[in-house]
């Protein structure tokens, strides 16, 4: 937890760590040290691991955004929805596309590495950004 683990992944690690202990036990010379240290790798490893399953779903999202507008072009509300996407923090953008394409709150939690509530959240804020969004525009449009 001294690195920044929850309490939750805290318990995991060291069930991990024990685990590698028990495996190694007649070679090891100090316990202790060897189960904090193999915690450390365990961790830091996860935490590496959801950073790169973030950043690929980011960057999956990004390049989605990048080429969608071509076939847009085509299909106004799509590039309409698309617009207001890019108006969103990377991760409720990508909460909501995978929103948009069909996942569900827990199914996009295992993909990013976040809590089914963290993904819930973003959702909720990205939803109330986007109805801020369109209020204003529909405001703007409609004029004096």
């Known amino acids: 937890m001294n690195l920044g683990a929850k309490p939750e992944e805290a318990r995991d690690v060291a069930q991990e760590a024990m685990?590698?202990?028990m495996r190694r036990w007649p070679e090891?010379?100090?316990?202790?040290?060897?189960?904090?240290?193999?915690?450390?790798?365990?961790?830091l490893r996860d935490v590496q691991k959801a950073r790169r399953v973030r950043e690929a779903v980011l960057n999956d999202v990004g390049r989605r955004a990048a080429t969608a507008p071509d076939v847009?072009?085509?299909?106004?509300?799509?590039?309409f929805a698309l617009e207001l996407l890019t108006l969103l923090p990377s991760e409720q953008r990508a909460v909501m596309a995978w929103t948009?394409?069909?996942y569900s709150c827990a199914e996009i939690a295992e993909i990013?590495?976040?809590?089914?509530?963290?993904?819930?959240?973003?959702l909720r804020h990205a939803?109330?950004?986007?109805?801020?969004?369109?209020k204003a525009r529909k405001?703007?449009?409609?004029?004096p």
């Not at 010379?29 to 904090?36: C, D, K, L």
């Not at 847009?72 to 590039?79: C, I, L």
């Not at 939803?127 to 369109?134: F, G, K």
């Open 28 to 43: 090891i010379e100090y316990p202790r040290a060897f189960t904090r240290k193999a915690a450390e790798r365990v961790y």
């Open 19 to 21: 685990q590698a202990a």
């Open 139 to 143: 405001e703007a449009s409609d004029g």
């Open 72 to 79: 847009a072009v085509r299909q106004t509300g799509e590039r």
């Open 100 to 102: 948009i394409d069909g």
């Open 127 to 134: 939803r109330r950004r986007l109805q801020r969004e369109l």
């Open 112 to 122: 990013t590495g976040h809590k089914p509530a963290t993904v819930r959240s973003h």
